[in-house]
């Protein structure tokens, strides 16, 4: 009975009860693992760490083996920061079932985070061979193809992960998969509705899982308008960045500023961004209704999501409604599929009057660009020469400084045709990581384009000597249907053009509309062909 209602006040959000009920399930039977369990769930929701790691010190020393204990255990001290012993308790929920699939899920982003590929390549195939019924697996199996270089493969997955999102009955699981479709998604060619579908099924498992808190009272006339900032990036990261720009900017007696961040992690750049806030509160531990009402106890007039489905984002939070008018602004180029979002903050060229047909939130179109630019250093002496990096005297270098998901079939196709005519010119890369230029390589020449036109220029690590790789880079050439941002505002803020073909999402015209708002439309061309005919002229 005690369990029972300690699980029924915990499902209501009601912690400190369900604590008080579920310690009184202890107390009746200490002997079992399954109500210390139980409690230190609850108390890891109630941010009772030291409380939650005895509890599940005591459920384990009791069954060794519960893989429920040992996944929960890993979930805590993961949220710890303690991130090797997170995954030695993840490995030990699948030595004790092989086809525990939560263990595989969190093993895949730990491993990835940690640089440890070949363990998580092994994590993939574990999880193929013991789940292959998971409809989890098909996001896995796109980032695999993408780091074999096999596109055609990430493709093939991509269409399963849609296909299986939509025919998922269950929402818990449906809105969790969508958290990283919706961003993935951006990636390939997807019509407006399509589009539409995932943003429906999305708003279809928020509505059902995550209620909207009580309305907030009408704003109350006159003092400062109350906006707050939601993000999982107030540090050194590009929408940090970006957020510095935006925030530093608030007329301070017209509007009160909070920040909410979704991340631990604290930087100098986030100093910086405090700075800007009259208020600053992390509810990166907090489950996402407990983040909801700490958020709405403020009684903001306006919160602006900088996050939608990038990593680190947590939507579920917005789906509660904390605050009168929610709006997203920049993070991905997507949009969110909620009801209780009002708006996607856009401009006169990054949305087109259309798409407001594939949306779930409206459009606000802004005067100005809905990027917020910034002074960048302009580079005068490179990080590397021409030697280190292989580049041949003479050569024209175009730079794609961009992830390799940004390189789609469409993209590569076009690109085939120009180096077809331009034979001596080289195509920049900079991968995170070295071990990635196989990928690129492979990727590059099963689309039909010789690897010899890639060289690779290693990260540069700052904002000076990021800038210094454009010394080496004559015009970037920009992808699709995944349209750069922050690559594009540094090559133009190192005097470097830009090409771009006009698409119709907005995740296709990112760079259209800084250039457009830059006054240099002459770089956006409306045809692919177009847009081999801009890139030869230049070399």
Known sequence: AWTGLGLARQAGGDLDGAIEALRRAVEAAPAQALPHFNLAVAQQKARRYDEAREGYRTALAIDPKSPDALYNYGLLLAELGQAELAMGSFRAALDADAAFEPAYWQLRHALHAAGRIDEWLANFEGFLRHCPASPRLALYAIDVAFHRGDLAEATRCFRQAVEAVLRERDDTLAAEMLEELLYVALFFDVEGPEMLALYRRYAQASRALHPQLPLQPPRKPGGRIRVGYLSGDFRDHVMGRMALEILSRHDRAAFEVFGFSLSLQEDAWTARIRSHCDHYEVVAGLGERAAAEAIARHGLDLLVDLSTHTKGSRPAILAFKPARVQVTHVASAGALGLETVDFKLTDRCWDLPGNQDFLIERLLPIEGCVFPWRSLPRATQPAVSRFEIGLPPGAFVFGAFVQIQKLSPRLLAVWRELFRRLPRA??????????????????????????????????????????????????????????????????????????????????????????????????????????????????
């Not at 920009?478 to 090559?491: H, Q, R």
């Open 426 to 539: 080289r195509l920049a890369f900079s991968p995170l990581s070295p071990a990635a230029i196989p990928a690129y390589e492979r990727m590059l020449d099963a689309n039909g384009i010789d690897p010899a036109h890639a060289l690779f220029i290693p990260q540069g690590g700052s904002d000076e000597r990021n800038q210094a790789r454009y010394l080496h880079v004559d015009a970037v050439l920009d992808t699709f249907p995944y349209s750069g941002t922050n690559g594009t505002l540094e090559a133009l803020a190192q005097g470097v053009p830009v090409v771009t073909l006009a698409g119709a999402r907005a995740c296709e015209r990112s760079t259209l509309t800084i250039l457009a708002h830059a006054g240099l439309e002459e770089l956006v061309a409306p045809t692919p062909e177009a847009y081999v005919e801009l890139a030869v002229p230049s070399a």
